[in-house]
């Protein structure tokens, strides 16, 4: 079965500073890797996903199938990028996998002034 | 356009009690899941609905819970005798066609007494 590991409950940094957010997965077939962020008293929403290859508020993740990893960045860290981070897996290419997707527990990013 | 609704927004109950959660997709999505938001459990797959399939039912925790779509729009999860570890935001989300983004409902916050 898949799993996905957010090694950090929580990450303190500084405003400007760079911030980068630890994903690992375990899946022995094709995978597609999400991250999804969460705003106090917001939806959860898609923040990126690794086949589209692109920047999405200053945040970048590449997908390392050597390492099994999809470490989401951002150089320099903004006030409003507080929130709750989720990485996710989806299965590519099994029907029965439903295209659920499977979460890690979540980081949280306190950006401090 | 709306996006995912969900509710009530907060329930309260007590223990023993049934309780039934609604969701209202995005017009036209055809595929409709449930997940779980806990502490200490991060989001956890329960059901996932695909037009007139029959439901990836495999997340389900016990068989208190259920869940149903009808007319391939509106889904209703009841937990049937709730325990107080059923205590959870419940998420539901939609999607369009395979490779499409999920987007997210705000949450039922279930809380057993």
């Known amino acids: 079965a898949q799993r996905v590991t957010q090694p950090e409950k929580l990450l303190s940094v500084f405003k400007g500073a760079p911030v980068e957010l630890k994903c690992n997965y375990s899946y022995s077939g094709s995978p597609e890797l999400f991250w999804y962020v969460q705003y106090s008293r917001q939806r959860l929403q898609l923040l990126l996903r690794?086949?589209s290859r692109e920047s999405i508020k200053g945040f970048t993740a590449d997908l390392n199938k050597g390492e099994t990893s999809f470490h989401l960045k951002k150089p320099f860290a903004q006030e409003e990028d507080s929130a709750m981070y989720y990485c996710a897996l989806r299965c590519l290419g099994i029907k029965a996998a439903g295209n659920k997707l499977t979460f890690g527990g979540g980081t949280r990013v306190l950006v401090k002034p | 356009g709306a996006g995912v609704s969900q509710s009530p927004s907060n329930k309260v109950t007590e223990k023993g009690k049934d309780v039934e959660l609604r969701c209202d997709p995005i017009?036209?999505?055809?595929?409709l899941y449930w997940y779980r938001q806990s502490l200490g459990q991060g989001l956890e797959f329960l059901i996932y609905?695909?037009?007139?399939?029959?439901?990836?039912k495999s997340g389900l925790p016990s068989d208190r819970f259920s869940a149903e779509r009808t007319g391939g729009s509106v889904s209703t999860l009841t937990i049937q005798r709730t325990q107080q570890e059923d205590s959870a935001v419940y998420l539901c989300?939609?999607?369009?066609?395979?490779?499409?983004?999920?987007?997210f409902g705000p949450g039922t916050r279930l809380l057993v007494l």
């Open positions: 017009s036209g999505h055809t595929a």
């Open positions: 609905f695909q037009g007139n399939s029959a439901p990836d």
């Open positions: 690794h086949i």
């Open positions: 989300a939609s999607k369009r066609g395979y490779q499409e983004t999920q987007y």
